[in-house]
């Protein structure tokens, strides 16, 4: 199994710009999490999925979107890049197992620069 | 709002001694808590956890104490290796929701 695999690892924008942001698991995991970790800091929930076609907003929505069509894929959305959303993304996903170990896998993350 | 946080952002310790890690919690409905350990340039890895019905949980060289009555956990890391120098997280969530909140996260540096 790969895991989490996010793509790319890297990526520079220019104010306005948009981009999508891939994220695939194979691990047939229900839930899947979009993070953002800011320099020194943890990491703060933009978007969730409990399974294909259902999406809830974290703690940070704004400025992004998201999709779920099938059970491996969660892309992210940027459409208006702004300075602000400079950051390190991370995709995570997990069994969902509430009674026992609820174990989120995450991926290698992508380095996102707005300029 | 809710929110969890760490004492110390940067903690030193030499080689073989045990280390600990603490994490403050404020809300008292979170009942799921996990320690991740994230190396420079990677995603977080989860270490353990431990639910609220529990006090006390044991891993291989960890071990997570949750003392509900101050919402207070802590990870030890007992006979610390270079290996397990990386910053790490604790993580709260709550029953029926499917959030988890991490905390800012706390610098662990062994001392050869």
């Known amino acids: 199994n790969a895991g989490v695999t996010q793509t790319p690892k890297f990526r520079i924008l220019k104010i306005g710009q948009s981009m999508t942001l891939q994220c695939t698991q194979d691990m047939n995991h229900n839930y899947m999490y979009w993070y953002r970790q800011d320099p020194g800091m943890g990491l703060k929930l933009i978007y969730y999925?409990?399974?294909?076609?259902?999406?809830d907003k974290g703690e940070v929505p704004n400025g992004y979107n998201v999709s779920r069509s099938t059970t491996e894929d969660f892309p992210l959305r940027l459409e208006l890049a702004a300075p602000s959303q400079t950051s390190v993304y991370f995709c995570?996903?997990?069994?969902?197992?509430?009674?026992?170990?609820?174990?989120?896998?995450f991926g290698p993350g992508t380095r996102l620069t707005v300029l | 709002g809710e929110s969890v946080g760490l004492h110390l952002p940067t903690l030193s310790v030499q080689e073989g001694d045990n280390s600990i890690i603490n994490c403050a919690y404020s809300n008292s409905a979170s009942d799921y808590f996990i320690w991740y350990k994230q190396e420079s340039g990677k995603g977080p890895q989860f270490i353990i956890d431990i639910r609220s019905n529990m006090d006390k949980r044991q891993g291989q060289r960890v071990t997570v104490l949750l003392n509900k009555t101050v919402k207070h956990l802590s990870l030890q890391i007992a006979a610390t290796q270079p290996g397990d120098s990386a910053v790490y997280f604790c993580?709260?969530?709550?029953?029926?929701?499917?959030?988890?909140?991490f905390g800012t996260g706390t610098r662990l540096k062994v001392l050869a």
């Open positions: 993580a709260e969530m709550t029953s029926g929701t499917y959030k988890y909140i």
């Open positions: 999925s409990v399974g294909a076609g259902i999406t």
């Open positions: 995570a996903s997990s069994n969902g197992d509430r009674d026992h170990t609820d174990t989120q896998y």
